[in-house]
T-cell receptor
Framework: AQSVTQPDIHITVSEGASLELRCNYS??????LFWYVQSPGQGLQLLLKYFSGDTLVQGIKGFEAEFKRSQSSFNLRKPSVHWSDAAEYFCALSSGGSYIPTFGRGTSLIVHP | EPEVTQTPSHQVTQMGQEVILRCVPI?????FYWYRQILGQKVEFLVS????????KSEIFDDQFSVERPDGSNFTLKIRSTKLEDSAMYFC?????????????FGPGTRLTVL
């Protein structure tokens, strides 16, 4: 069975600092991986996705993520966080056989001024 | 930019009552989905819908749940007799096509509270 783990429930960073949100997955083959963001009162918005090819993927809002097969990880990064990045971040996985994503529990990002 | 909308944003109901959660998917999308997130837990898939029928459902989606596309714009989730454990945030999503290459666009959610 496939699963996604986001080890950090909350992350607090200062505005301007760098950010890394962790995501680990369990799946027997190469997964399709996604990061979504949910701002207060908004729906989940797709930040970026990895299907194949270059393991470093660029997304919207200055985010990037790196797929590391050896570590079963797909961590999300941003070099300099803005106050507007405060939100809930979800990592998700789907397989070649099913397009329905399996989500992690989410990480809440708090940004201090 | 087109978006998925959901109403109401918050619904409070008594245990045993029926509730209907409403969604308006993006107009040219053909695939529709419901997910839920119990507070503090993961977002879980409930059901997908295409061509006026359920195409896939999870084990959560039991006989208490039903979905319908009553007209050309709305997509609804009905819970026949709510239980306390149905309290959750319910997300609707839609996509143009099926498969991982077709992005699912999510609505803002309806928070259901069952008392």
């Amino acid at each position: 069975a496939q699963s996604v783990t986001q080890p950090d429930i909350h992350i607090t960073v200062s505005e301007g600092a760098s950010l890394e949100l962790r995501c680990n997955y369990s799946y027997g083959a190469t997964p399709y991986l996604f990061w979504y963001v949910q701002s207060p009162g908004q729906g989940l918005q797709l930040l970026l996705k990895y299907f194949s090819g270059d393991t470093l993927v660029q997304g919207i809002k200055g985010f990037e993520a790196e797929f590391k097969r050896s570590q079963s990880s797909f961590n999300l990064r941003k070099p300099s966080v803005h106050w507007s990045d405060a939100a809930e971040y979800f990592c998700a996985l789907s397989s070649g056989g099913s397009y329905i994503p399996t989500f992690g529990r989410g990480t809440s990002l708090i940004v201090h001024p | 930019e087109p978006e998925v909308t959901q109403t109401p944003s918050h619904q409070v109901t008594q245990m045993g009552q029926e509730v209907i959660l409403r969604c308006v998917p993006i107009s040219n999308h053909l695939y529709f989905y419901w997910y839920r997130q119990i507070l503090g837990q993961k977002v879980e898939f409930l059901v997908s819908f295409y061509n006026n029928e359920i195409s896939e459902k999870s084990e959560i989606f039991d006989d208490q749940f039903s979905v319908e596309r009553p007209d050309g714009s709305n997509f609804t989730l009905k819970i026949r007799s709510t239980k306390l454990e149905d309290s959750a945030m319910y997300f609707c999503a839609s996509s143009e096509g099926r498969g991982n290459y077709n992005e699912q666009f999510f609505g803002p959610g309806t928070r259901l509270t069952v008392l």
